[in-house]
């Protein structure tokens, strides 16, 4: 492997993933597994938008909260599945530093930004039932353009600390990364400079993302329930719980892998925690997000059905 030094006190010019297994037995099952995951994603969140573009009826706030999710998660897969792929059919998966630090970046940009966005959808949900009559003037398109706005900028200003931080960084004693991207910790974990900082940034990045976003959804959906034991009917019980219930298993989903993947990674011993738990959230989760909003949302079926009727007019 050439060597060079870079710019940053750098003496590697690329870095050698080594995918989620080494194990050559699982390769090809794993690759066509993660491959049909990858279309599944790609189909799933394009059909999702492609299908709100289209129908008028979907142009409401909760579903322009929807595009983006399903924006971003097409966007996820696009920086984290190529890699895990290419690891299964390639001899020696290599990607070179200024790759690793952009996919670094993409990756934490995506991340966060989703965490925000959940966040926002909390707070639509909260409004839509306990202000049902204010809906339309709180949730104004002005409003639901700001969210996302700051959402992005939020997502952009903890990727670019983080990124940041990792440049100042030096790898001069391995350049093997034991993951199947470019992630925080295993970065960390192979570098020879004093990494303390990062991790000091790094801790305070992620737990300003969880504790403020978590606070808002229990809050949002403390607030919803309270609501919701006051109504009397079956019928109001189940509407509200509907509009709900997706979104709970959205963030249940991908809340719980980020921190089971991230609740102690103090060294490269947790790494095979921090890959499996990964998976969930930067392949698994982005191909459920379709299917979660809309297998049982009556809106998107009856869009499918005019989508397939233009189609087949």
Not at 194 to 220: K, Q
Not at 264 to 293: D, R
Request: net charge positive.
């Amino acid at each position: 492997m050439k060597q060079m030094v870079m710019g940053n006190n750098s003496s590697v010019t690329e870095f050698i993933l080594m995918g989620l297994t080494v194990q050559p037995e699982f390769q090809l099952l794993l690759f066509v597994l993660f491959l049909l995951n990858y279309i599944a994603t790609v189909v799933g969140n394009l059909s999702l938008m492609n299908l709100i573009c289209l129908n008028s009826h979907l142009h409401t706030p909760m579903y322009y909260f929807i595009f983006n999710l399903s924006c971003i998660d097409f966007c996820y897969s696009l920086v984290c599945n190529p890699t895990m792929l290419m690891s299964f059919v390639s001899e020696q998966n290599t990607i070179s530093y200024e790759g690793c630090m952009s996919q670094l970046f993409l990756f934490c940009f995506f991340a966060n930004s989703e965490c925000y966005v959940l966040t926002a959808m909390a707070y639509d949900r909260y409004v839509a039932i306990c202000h049902p009559l204010q809906y339309t003037t709180v949730m104004s398109t002005k409003i639901c353009c700001l969210l996302m706005f700051a959402s992005y900028l939020m997502g952009f200003a903890g990727a670019m600390t983080h990124t940041g931080f990792m440049i100042r960084l030096s790898f001069c004693n391995s350049n093997i990364i034991n993951h199947y991207m470019c992630d925080i910790f295993p970065l960390l974990w192979i570098s020879c400079s004093n990494t303390y900082v990062n991790e000091l940034v790094s801790s305070a990045i992620v737990g300003t993302i969880i504790i403020l976003s978590s606070l808002i959804i229990l809050v949002s959906y403390a607030m919803i329930l309270s609501n919701i034991l006051r109504i009397s009917s079956s019928k109001g019980w189940s509407k509200a719980l509907g509009t709900c219930g997706s979104h709970i298993i959205t963030v249940s989903l991908f809340y719980g892998s980020g921190l089971l993947a991230y609740v102690k990674p103090s060294s490269a011993e947790t790494v095979g925690q921090v890959k499996i738990f990964s998976v969930f959230y930067t392949l698994v989760v982005p191909m459920m997000n379709p299917l979660i909003y809309s297998l049982r949302n009556k809106d998107v079926k009856i869009a499918v059905k005019k989508t397939m009727k233009r189609i087949t007019s």
